[in-house]
């Protein structure tokens, strides 16, 4: 089985961010009691007391002190076994990175680092208002090498809007803005290669209503994002990767050396994981249940011993759904077989005419009774799944 826990804080917002969190640390130590709470009213949750992976997300969980740690892993260890194997990663910051953190890090069992880094340009990271710089962003990541963490992942972003980024010595023609961004991100993705990671995860830039980005695009300030120009910074990413010996194992995510978020790899194969913190998801197989995504409810919540969750039922039809939605998305596609027994002919009665097209139109193939995306569908991923939901 599989634990997440969210850790709703950070030190700075991030322009583009929509996760929930908050930059006010105050409710900081009363949130970790809480997480505490909520994870003996959860205990039954899961069918296995087994774990294989558990997951700092967040927010910013780096920002978690020592005894905060200990008050979690011990909570959790009232109730689950910890496989000889175990996964357990810490998301970070580069600026929460340094030696004696990592050493906490290492002493309480993290063997799995996920470094927010974003780019290694500091124009960009200025725009996305990352506290860190490029040169802290390559330290931290030779840092925790240095400390012993192999398993390393960095995100980075794509898609960074050309006309806000360029020093002005290169602001001459619309076809030299795209030309010189896409060589900062050519050399993002080198001197990713370079620091020799096992896993890279990349995102394509989005501009979401509540961020900082979202209110500076409903006043103009900045123009939406150019899907074409996105598009072509996506194919730059897979094929530099390829060339270097990356799996694309799944639309945003790289590895050598089968070296998979075992975590993440659980969500988009359907496993049963626990989530636990503010805003947090779970999925037992037959239910979601989703928390409050507010950390005094959530508090006030598990004051008077109350799981702050809302519960959906799922239907065999949405449990096709989220097939759909997740396994499309990785190398291992959806298996028609699978979704036959979860709802007879139905589903590919109902989609005859759209898989016809995806498949003539080469968005999608069919190997061995394996449903995948082709990489040209990859760019609309979203789309094709949508398109064949059972609705």
């Known amino acids: 089985m599989h634990l997440y826990l969210h850790i709703p804080f950070c030190r700075q917002a991030c322009n583009y961010c929509d996760f929930h969190f908050s930059t006010n640390l105050t409710l900081k130590a009363t949130v970790v009691e809480s997480i505490c709470k909520e994870i003996d009213l959860q205990a039954n949750y899961l069918k296995s007391k087994r774990l294989e992976t558990i997951y700092f997300g967040g927010g910013t969980p780096s920002l978690l002190s020592l005894n905060e740690l200990h008050d979690i892993f011990e909570t959790i260890k009232k109730y689950y076994i910890f496989a000889d194997d175990i996964e357990i990663t810490m998301e970070a910051n580069p600026d929460d990175i340094n030696r004696d953190r990592l050493a906490i890090l290492q002493r309480f069992g993290f063997n799995r680092l996920s470094i927010g880094i974003q780019s290694f340009d500091d124009n960009h990271l200025k725009y996305l208002n990352r506290i860190h710089n490029s040169q802290h962003a390559e330290d931290c990541v030779r840092l925790a090498q240095e400390m012993g963490f192999e398993n390393l992942t960095i995100d980075l972003i794509y898609g960074i809007n050309p006309l806000l980024t360029l020093p002005k010595k290169l602001q001459k023609t619309q076809t030299e803005f795209t030309k010189g961004v896409h060589q900062i991100w050519q050399r993002d993705l080198e001197k990713a290669i370079s620091l020799n990671v096992p896993h890279i995860s990349s995102y394509c830039l989005t501009i979401e209503p509540k961020t900082v980005f979202g209110k500076w695009l409903q006043i103009n300030k900045i123009p939406p994002i150019d899907e074409e120009f996105a598009s072509q910074q996506f194919d730059i990413l897979v094929n530099t990767l390829a060339a270097n010996g990356y799996d694309q194992y799944e639309i945003s995510n790289f590895c050598r ?27 037992n197989g037959e239910s979601r249940q989703f928390n409050v995504s507010n950390n005094p409810a959530y508090i006030k919540a598990l004051k008077l011993g109350q799981v702050p969750a809302d519960y959906e039922v799922l239907t065999p039809e949405e449990k096709v759904n989220d097939y759909i939605m997740t396994g499309l998305r990785t190398k291992w596609g959806c298996d028609l077989s699978e979704i036959e027994k979860m709802v007879g002919q139905k589903w590919l009665k109902f989609n005859e005419e759209v898989l016809r097209q ?34």
Do not use: C
């Open 358 to 391: 995806n498949l003539s139109q080469d968005f999608l193939k069919l190997d061995n009774q394996l449903l995948m995306l082709t990489q040209k569908g990859k760019l609309f991923a979203d789309r094709i799944a949508s398109d064949l939901f059972l609705v």
């Open 257 to 283: 050396d089968n070296r998979y978020s075992r975590h993440n790899t659980s969500y988009w194969k359907r496993h049963e994981y626990l989530g636990i913190g503010p805003s947090a998801h779970s999925f």
